[in-house]
């Protein structure tokens, strides 16, 4: 165990439930109006979230044709969608593909992986 997480009991319980260590990443992903790569699959990811921090509205999918006729909307300004293992199943491990509205803007995207 590093010293980061010496007697931390949520690492503690998050190892045991996931029978793994893991680890946090957060990070933006710029997105326009063409398709971009949000998340790229990862048998390893146990969830996900992904907020739409641009001003107009995003929607993400699970195929690069994702559109806003068959994707997630995601509002602007703020909102956002997750998955994780335990409610999701093996989708958590999926590629996400995004895209904007209008114009250029950013989602951020906070993802915890098993080590």
């Known amino acids: 165990m590093s010293e980061r997480y ?3 009991r949520t690492f503690e319980i998050a190892s045991a439930r996931f029978q793994a260590p893991n680890r946090m990443t957060e990070r933006t992903v710029a997105v326009g109006t063409t398709v971009a790569t949000v998340l790229s699959e990862n048998p390893r990811r146990l969830m996900w979230v992904i907020m739409n921090r641009a001003t107009n509205a995003g929607a993400i999918g699970f195929t690069p044709g994702v559109s806003f006729d068959d994707g997630l909307l995601l ?3 703020g909102s956002s969608v997750s998955m994780s293992v335990d409610e999701d199943g093996e989708a958590v491990a999926y590629a996400v593909y995004g895209l904007l509205s209008a114009g250029t803007g950013t989602f951020y995207v906070l993802e915890v992986v098993a080590l």
């Open 75 to 77: 509002g602007a300004d």
């Open 6 to 8: 010496a007697g931390s």
